[in-house]
Every structure is written in C-alpha cells, then in structure tokens.
C-alpha cells in the first residue's frame, strides 16, 4: 500500500507540474517539442523588416542559412523577432531554422523563404549581375512552380467535377433500374397468378370433361349388364357361378342403374354389376 500511494503522489505531483508549465508558458506542452513557425510562411516572397513569429518555447536559438549553404547564427531570440536589412543584405533564397539550447537534435524547425530583388539600375554593377541573374533564376523557378501547382489543383477540381457529374448520371441510372426491376417483378408475379389461376381453370374443366367422357363412354357402349351369382348357395362347396343378365320377369339389364336395382335384392349375389355387351361385341 505504501508503494502505490507513493506512486500516486509522483503521477500526481507530476501532472500538476505540467500543468503549471503550461500555464506559465501559455503554449501547449506538444509545442515545447515541436514548434511550429508562424512568420513567415513557407515559401513566401517577403520584404524587410521580417517579422520572425513562432509557436513553441518562448526562447529559441536561430540560424540563417543563405543560398551558399552556410549558416550564420543569430543567438537566442524571443517570439516575436525582427530581421532587418543587416541580417539579409542581399535578395535571395533564405532558410531559417530555430531549435531548443538543449536537445535541439530533437526540437527544432524550420522555414524557407525568399526577399525580392530590389529594382534593377540601369548600369548593374557586373560583381552584382550574376548574383541578379541567379536569383531571378530562382524566383522564375519558384513561380514556376506555384504556377504548376495552380494548374494541377484546377485539373484536379475539374476532374473532380466530372466525376461528381457522372456519379449523379449513374445514380439516376440505377434509380431507373430499380424501378424497371420492380414494375418486371410485379408483371412477373401478376403473370404467375393468371398462370395459377388458368391451370386451375384447365384442371376444372378437364374433371368436368372426364366425367362427361364417363358418362357417354357409359351410356353408348354398353348395352348389356350382369352380375356373378351362386344359383344355390347353401350347398357346400357352393354351385359354380352363374352370371346374371335379367330380372325374374327376363327383361335384360340394359343400365347399370337396373341391374344394381335387382344385385341388391338378390341373396345370391357374388358381384358388383359390370358391362357385358358392347355394340361392337355384338356386331363381332
């Protein structure tokens, strides 16, 4: 227990100090790492004075890096910080780099600039011209290349329009589509129920044909009707099996109906009524 209230006291004690760091700095603490400069911006064409601005430490060493590449230090400086015409005499491409007295390996930054040329004499010295000629060598190159920049963001935003368009075009497509595809499905199904609707109607009608079929088939082909019957039944083994054809009176069962009338009244009976005679039997 000791131990962990102890190492709460140190997380504590530590985070107040930060704080108060922060507080008294009035920067965030990631800019102490980091800083970031304000003035002047990347790449840009200033004039003199040069108002030199940075967010971060309040106190930082500078450097000014000419375009022969060697430094030239300008001491520790508080933001904001002023350059004047004695530290850039010449016009020219600049870069400045601030860094941290301790650890500066690690906390630095920095920014590059350019200070316009001032307007040509009509007689330029000739030690001045090639420095003139290199450094609006330098400034073309620089507009050169804000210009491409400028062109590459206006193709960039005109394809980006184009795409924006045919994206509405194909969004309007599919929402065609989609209602092609349900007004097809609808058909489709309305289609499947008239489909249903008539196989039922066919078998319906098929039924009612059968049963008429049954009916003629019934009524024209058959002529003569009979049943199996025992003529004694009560002897054992019972007498042969005779058929039947007519009544007691001898009238011929010419319907099924009027020989079903006499099976069922005839104890003798060993049958259901079947077709006996047919118009072609009885022309044969």
Same mark, same amino acid.
Request: aromatic share 6%.
């Given at each position: 227990?000791?131990?962990?209230?102890?190492? &709460?006291?140190?997380?504590?004690?530590?985070?107040?100090?930060? &704080?108060?760091?922060?507080?008294? &700095? /009035?920067?965030?603490?990631?800019? $102490? &790492?980091?800083?970031?400069?304000? #003035?002047?911006?990347?790449?840009?064409?200033?004039?003199?004075?040069?108002?030199? =601005?940075?967010?971060?430490?309040? !106190?930082?060493?500078?450097?000014?890096?000419?375009? /022969?590449?060697?430094?030239?230090? $300008?001491?520790?400086?508080?933001?904001?910080?002023?350059?004047?015409?004695?530290?850039?005499?010449?016009?020219? @491409?600049?870069?400045?780099?601030?860094?941290?007295?301790?650890?500066?390996?690690? @906390? =630095?930054?920095?920014?590059?600039?350019?200070?316009?040329?001032?307007?040509?004499?009509? #007689?330029?010295?000739?030690?001045?011209?090639?420095?003139?000629?290199?450094?609006?060598?330098?400034?073309?190159? $620089?507009?050169?290349?804000?210009? =491409? #920049?400028?062109?590459?963001?206006?193709?960039?935003?005109?394809?980006?329009?184009?795409?924006?368009?045919?994206?509405?075009?194909?969004? =309007?497509? $599919?929402? !065609?589509?989609?209602?092609?595809?349900?007004?097809?499905?609808?058909?489709?199904?309305?289609?499947?129920?008239?489909?249903? *609707?008539?196989?039922?109607?066919?078998?319906? %009608?098929?039924? *009612?044909?059968?049963?008429?079929?049954?009916?003629?088939?019934?009524? %024209?082909?058959?002529?003569?009707?009979?049943?199996? #019957?025992?003529?004694?039944?009560?002897?054992?083994?019972? +007498?042969?099996?005779?058929?039947?054809?007519?009544?007691?009176?001898?009238?011929?069962?010419? +319907?099924?109906?009027?020989?079903?009338?006499?099976?069922? +009244?005839?104890?003798?009976?060993?049958?259901?009524?079947?077709?006996?005679?047919?118009?072609?039997?009885?022309?044969?």
């Amino acid at each position: 227990m000791p131990t962990v209230r102890r190492t &709460l006291e140190i997380v504590a004690v530590t985070i107040a100090a930060l &704080l108060l760091i922060e507080l008294y &700095l /009035d920067t965030p603490l990631y800019r $102490l &790492l980091q800083p970031a400069i304000l #003035s002047p911006g990347e790449g840009a064409l200033v004039s003199l004075p040069l108002v030199v =601005q940075w967010d971060g430490p309040p !106190r930082l060493a500078l450097s000014l890096h000419g375009d /022969d590449g060697s430094p030239r230090d $300008l001491g520790m400086q508080r933001s904001p910080f002023e350059l004047t015409a004695a530290d850039l005499p010449e016009p020219g @491409i600049y870069r400045l780099k601030v860094r941290a007295p301790f650890f500066g390996a690690l @906390i =630095q930054s920095e920014r590059r600039f350019a200070i316009a040329a001032a307007a040509p004499t009509p #007689s330029p010295s000739p030690v001045a011209e090639p420095r003139l000629t290199k450094l609006n060598a330098s400034l073309n190159a $620089l507009k050169a290349e804000h210009e =491409q #920049s400028e062109a590459e963001n206006l193709a960039l935003n005109e394809e980006l329009a184009a795409l924006r368009q045919e994206n509405n075009v194909l969004m =309007q497509e $599919l929402d !065609r589509l989609g209602k092609e595809s349900e007004e097809v499905a609808s058909r489709a199904a309305a289609q499947r129920e008239r489909q249903a *609707q008539l196989a039922q109607e066919n078998q319906t %009608l098929n039924d *009612q044909v059968n049963v008429l079929q049954y009916r003629l088939s019934a009524a %024209l082909t058959c002529t003569v009707w009979g049943y199996y #019957s025992y003529p004694h039944p009560q002897t054992f083994p019972p +007498t042969r099996r005779s058929v039947t054809v007519s009544d007691g009176q001898g009238t011929v069962f010419r +319907t099924e109906l009027g020989c079903e009338s006499v099976r069922r +009244t005839d104890p003798t009976v060993a049958s259901r009524c079947f077709c006996l005679g047919t118009p072609l039997a009885m022309g044969n």
